[in-house]
């Protein structure tokens, strides 16, 4: 059975930081590339980082460059996402994926997600 867990979500201030951990099981993690992605409240889902499957490369949307930081362990086959100097802007629940093409298909899973408030 595939899994994947987020945790570390909180309130915290504005300039504040989060690590959130999604932890994961049920297939061959290192095979997968991670993103995260997160969606506010009447707002579309937006991609935030993704990680290939060996962490050669990654790719952040614009709006957190600089700020957040992705990376996997694939002993423990969990990805992480460091985030700094937090906006209000940043408030959204942030959902883990794991994707991988096997030939014309993609197989991706998801989280059930992990709220983050930005907010003095």
């Known amino acids: 059975q595939v899994q994947l867990v987020e945790s570390g979500g909180a309130l915290v201030q504005p300039g504040g930081s989060l690590r959130l951990s999604c932890a994961t099981s049920?297939?061959?993690?290192?095979?997968?590339?991670m993103s995260w992605y997160r969606q506010a409240p009447g707002k579309e889902r937006e991609l935030v980082a993704t990680?290939?499957?060996?962490?050669?490369?990654?790719n952040y949307a614009d709006s957190v460059k600089g700020r957040f930081t992705i990376s996997r362990d694939n002993t423990k086959s969990t990805v992480f996402l460091q985030m700094n100097s937090l906006k209000p802007e940043d408030t959204a629940v942030y959902h883990c994926n794991a994707a991988r093409k096997i030939g014309s298909l993609l197989h991706d899973y998801w989280g059930q997600g992990t709220q983050v408030t930005v907010s003095s």
């Open positions: 049920g297939f061959t993690f290192s095979r997968y590339a």
């Open positions: 990680l290939t499957s060996t962490g050669g490369s990654t």
